[in-house]
């Protein structure tokens, strides 16, 4: 008996030794950087976003044609507000909506920058409207912010681009490199018209960029339990994304005498298997990169823990959302109360981790679901995008940007579980990045879709800022 509470007693000193040497060996990783210089930037940039939020260019749906007045006429307030922009950059639109501005580089022997961003926003929910602090298409300007549908999702970042470029072309600036901006025009609807076509037209031209810049990315504050300082999220790559459609038919019946199985009762239980059968939890890349930047600034105990995922993997991965994800987000059956109906379907959508895949998904539900339920895929669909890299020169870039502008801020690579037209862009970039410096904090992050969209005057110009030195520095 006291050979085996030796044994233990040793055992658990070893365990407890790996997991202290694994603990003190997780240093940080945040570079140095020269600090960047603070740019002087006039009012009128607000007034300029202003205007931008007035044009409503809402996507509805993959079936709905866009506004063509609209959309035009933002278009020719961008060539109005950014003379210079339009004067020295050549300007190609594909499918119709879709802007692609090309500004010529000095040196040909150096691969390109593309910064995107995105023209149309969602729609705004009617019965929501009298919260909103002022009209969702108003871009009314208060002291501190700038309000209306887009100041974050995504013109902001469209217009913030603009600002830049327009300002390095007053300062007579010529890049070495040649620097793309794209902008599609769909990419609420997966931007399989406007984005997918300006990088397929792209590929066709020979072009290899060395960095893809979109949102995607941000500036957390207070959304990272245990660290007080800002973290810069540099998302590497995205979920896949796919809508499932579950139909059930049946002959249906008088709800007087209903049968054994019922149409909503089989749709209803299979909703409840694919809640009650989710999709393992894994450790996959990017993720292992998120732990190994944003452990070693975290307490020593959840340092502890970041540094020994062999051990407490579990809480962390659920904690990072880290598998494929199901969400039953549509139902419909039935036309009267005292009628079985004859058909019943309900949409599960799926955000897919990477290592997955559409089909592996489908398999998934199929697997898990009654068989006389039927599984269908309408509508876009994509899988999960490669996984960029963090050992680039264009990272390092990106890096020291942020770092020299925010040096408080810690910078951290992650996945994203939302989509991004810049999954379009990996066949003709080296790397693809998605960050803009937009901060969140917990009461602005459901201001994405959601209501009182609106962006401080002080964030804004810092994403003015950070695309000038982005385009001056690399």
Known sequence: MKKIFLFILFAVGIVAAIILFNTVQMTSKQVDAEP????????????????????QTVSYSEEAIPDSAVFFGFHLFLEETFPLTHEKLTLEKVSTYSLLYKWQGSDESKKPLILMSHQDVVPVDEPTINQWEAPPFSGKITDTHVIGRGTMDDKGTLIGVLEAVEMLLSEGFVPERTIYIASGHDEELGGSNGAAKIAELLKQRGVNAAMTIDEGGFIAEGLVPGVDAPVAMINLSEKGYASFKLKVETQGGHSSAPPRENTVGILAQAIVDLENNQLPYKMVTPLDYQLEYLGPELPFMQRLAFANTWLFKGPILEGLNAHTTTAPTIISGGVKDNVIPTVAEATVNFRILPGESVESVRAHIESVV?????????????????????????????????????????????????????????????????????????????????????????????????????????
């Open 36 to 55: 960047l210089r603070a740019l002087a930037i006039s009012d009128q940039v607000f007034q300029n976003l202003s205007r931008a939020i007035q044009f």
């Open 370 to 474: 009654s068989d006389k339920v039927q599984v269908d895929l309408p509508g876009f669909h994509t899988n999960p995008s490669p996984v960029s890299k963090i050992d680039s020169d264009a990272y390092r870039a990106l890096e020291k940007t942020i770092r020299g502008l925010y040096p408080n801020t810690v910078v951290v690579p992650g996945l994203i579980g939302g989509g991004t037209d810049a999954r379009y862009f990996y066949e003709i970039s080296d790397d693809v990045y998605r960050f803009y410096p937009m901060r969140l904090d917990p009461s602005s992050m459901t201001r994405f879709h959601g209501i009182d969209e609106k962006i401080s005057k002080e964030n804004y110009k810092e994403i003015i800022e950070f695309s000038y030195h982005l385009i001056k520095g690399f």
